[in-house]
């Protein structure tokens, strides 16, 4: 089967630091791969090639099987690919529905912003992700860590995505709000949705994920089943950047 | 006990309270702006007997006003990108200069076109609106795209701007200008009371026609709706201020003795007992439309919801596929267009250009626009509050220029106004916790 998304030998330098060197990462529709590595490891740079925030110096992208170009996050987007970033990239001056359809805001016929259809939009999508969520019109700065998560998960959701990547999603949660968003990772997951997940969390990574890829000093380590290995054998991909010899 | 009764008693009072604001939807801090503006008021009006709040003062006030609050719409989006531009005033200058060479030299000379020619204003006003975007693009774009802070920019404009403006004119006043041009700058361009009060009703049935409209919209959609009083309390008030303004400027009679010579002029006589009103000046009634328009740009567009955006969270701005730069190079060509507009208000109201037209306004305006509650940091920040802030600055100055403090002390009361009204304001977004 063609994987949804290939990376294919992606480097990228900055000044003289080889922050992802000759890295291939795939992923399937309905899988979850989390993205494991020290901080520096290459991980969001890697992801964020992908998202269409940097260029690679070298290497391919492919979707569908077929060779595409991002370069920017508009390219990201046109291709179905939605970014959750690990700083939530929201304007905390405005409100839900105003950072959920911010770059693609609903317009009347006349050209105007349609506030009360994107408010209208935003309660039906909140209402099936986070029931618990009522501050429609006040300023994103006003909600809790939970409640901001699942407005920049919404914007991920609404536009139909079919790669989502997730940089850290429970970083700033509460165990409650950390369950919340793994059932929804869970459902998006079962509804064909393909999604990198970038966590420092190993224990959450093998219960949420199909497979694990650690990165060190910008290389690949190695992908793994989370089946086949050990939470103790991906530690040891992390910390000694090889894999352990039971795993071999 | 008594003092629990009392504390329970203030705090059932302040929940009223909170609440009457919330049912009319009402920005608290709008409230507070205008309580402040209004004290201002009636303080000057005890001060000077009653002088302050006549219909001749309160007529002057507002064309005072007018072209330090157009440049302040556009310095609210400025700010709220997290830019600055201190290079507003000496803008204002090269405009104003633009436009005075072009009726009194460039046009003649170059054009043919004779003076007093009726083309002549306009493409007068044209041409000082088209530099004013230019030079506002071009430091846009040294922001935006070469990364030079606004600061660095603005800075070296006001110097760059200031005598550009003197080169073009080497340095002489320019006047008397076109008198269709100096219709712009408030006395000499006025309504007259019927057209006054049509605007005044056109724009009373504009307003409620908004009011009705939005409350269509949310029905339509199942949002909460204001009570149906709440929302004829605020048409009326908003009604009430609309004419109650106009019947202010028309109650301010033109001297008989201007009239009697006009009519000389025309070679007739002033029949007994003729008397006509100012009206709205033509000046203020171009402060409405850019307010108008500015406010649709901030609230309706998309242009306006990045300038927000940009302003709230740059990088998630960019994330989400806005084109900051050039979202830079368009909120420093509106401010170009509008020093333009102000220009064309300030030399009209002085009937001539001058050199040093429009110096200190760079200070002016920015005071304004923070006076009015833009955050310095970004995002925030709305355009009746710039208004109401220059208002404020400005009746502050007038009232003390009236009352007869001296020179030097009324800049020390508005410097120390400004800082008070941030502080205020600092205070107020922690308490609620807002911005």
């Known amino acids: 089967m063609t994987p949804l998304v290939e990376m294919r030998n992606i480097s990228i330098a900055f000044g003289g630091v080889q922050a992802v060197d000759d890295v291939s990462i795939d992923l399937h529709a309905g899988e979850v791969v989390g993205l494991l590595g020290h901080n520096g490891a290459g991980k969001s740079t890697l992801i964020k090639i992908l998202s269409g925030a940097y260029k690679a110096d070298s290497g391919e992208i492919l979707i569908d099987g077929k060779r595409v170009e991002i370069n920017s996050p508009r390219d990201a987007r046109a291709h179905n690919i939605e970014t959750i970033h690990q700083t939530l990239a929201l304007a905390d001056n405005l409100p839900a529905p105003a950072n959920l359809f911010l770059g693609r805001e609903l317009r009347t016929m006349f050209g105007f912003l349609d506030d009360s259809r994107m408010e209208s939009e935003t309660r039906k999508i909140m209402a099936r992700l986070n029931p618990n969520f009522k501050k429609v019109a006040e300023p994103v700065s006003a909600l809790s860590g939970g409640q901001r998560q699942s407005v920049a998960i919404a914007r991920a959701v609404y536009f139909n995505a079919r790669i989502l990547i997730m940089d850290e999603p429970t970083a700033a949660l509460g165990v409650h709000e950390t369950k919340m968003v793994a059932d929804l990772i869970m459902e998006l997951k079962a509804q064909g949705l393909g999604i990198f997940l970038i966590s420092h969390d190993t224990r959450e990574m093998m219960s949420l994920c199909d497979r694990v890829s650690v990165m060190k000093n910008g290389q690949l380590v190695g992908t793994e089943r989370v089946e086949d290995v050990s939470e103790d054998d991906i530690l040891s991909m992390i910390i000694l950047g090889k894999k352990a010899p039971e795993a071999v | ?435």
């Not at chain 2, 072009?102 to 170059?110: D, G």
């Not at chain 2, 995002?379 to 403090?405: D, N, P, R, W």
């Open chain 2, 1 to 435: 006990m008594s003092t629990t009764d009392t504390e329970k008693d203030a705090g059932t009072r302040a929940r009223r309270r909170a609440r009457l604001t919330d049912t009319l939807e009402i920005d608290t801090r709008l409230l507070g702006m205008i309580g402040a503006f209004v004290a201002v008021l009636v303080v000057f009006n005890i001060l000077t007997d009653g002088r302050f709040l006549t219909p001749r003062n309160i007529f002057n006030l507002t064309i005072q006003t007018v072209s330090v609050a157009i440049m302040a719409t556009g310095m609210v989006f400025v700010i709220v990108t997290r830019h600055i531009d201190l290079s507003v005033g000496a803008l204002l200058a090269t405009c104003s200069a633009v436009m005075a060479m072009m009726q009194t030299a460039w046009l003649p000379q170059y054009l043919g076109l004779p003076l007093g020619h009726p083309m002549i204003p306009w493409l007068a006003i044209l041409a000082g609106i088209i530099a004013g975007g230019l030079i506002g693009a071009f430091q846009g774009w040294l922001t935006g795209y070469m990364m030079i802070p606004a600061f660095i920019v603005t800075l070296g404009g006001l110097l760059v701007w200031r005598n550009t403006g003197w080169y073009l004119t080497t340095g002489q006043t320019i006047g008397p200008l076109d008198p269709t041009f100096q219709m712009f700058g408030g006395i000499n361009g006025t309504l007259g009371a019927f057209w006054s009060w049509v605007v005044g009703i056109a724009g009373t049935l504009a307003a409620l026609a908004v009011l009705w409209n939005s409350r269509r919209d949310k029905q339509r959609h199942g949002f909460m709706v204001k009570p149906i009083w709440a929302e004829v309390a605020l048409g009326a008030i908003i009604a009430v201020a609309i004419l109650g303004f106009i019947a202010i400027l028309n109650a301010y009679q033109v001297p008989e003795g201007r009239l009697r010579r006009e009519f000389e002029a025309r070679g007739e006589v002033m029949p007994e007992g003729y008397t006509e009103a100012y009206g709205l000046p033509i000046s203020v009634l171009l402060l409405i439309v850019v307010a108008v328009v500015m406010t649709v740009i901030a609230r309706k567009t998309r242009l306006g919801r990045y300038i927000f955006a940009t302003g709230g969270n740059p990088q998630a701005a960019e994330l989400s596929g806005i084109n900051t730069r050039l979202l830079t190079v368009k909120v420093f060509t509106i401010m170009g267009v509008l020093c333009a507009i102000s220009a064309l208000v300030a030399s009209a109201r002085l009937t001539n250009h001058s050199n040093d037209i429009g110096t200190l306004d760079e200070l002016r305006v920015i005071a304004a626009a923070v006076i009015g509650g833009t955050a310095l940091a970004g995002g925030i920040g709305t355009i009746y509050g710039a208004i109401l802030g220059a208002l404020i600055m400005q009746s502050l100055q007038s009232g003390m220029a009236m009352v007869g403090v001296d020179a030097p002390l009324q800049n020390i009361v508005v410097g120390s106004v400004l800082v008070l009204a941030v502080l205020i304001d600092i205070i107020y977004r922690h308490r609620t916790g807002k911005g």
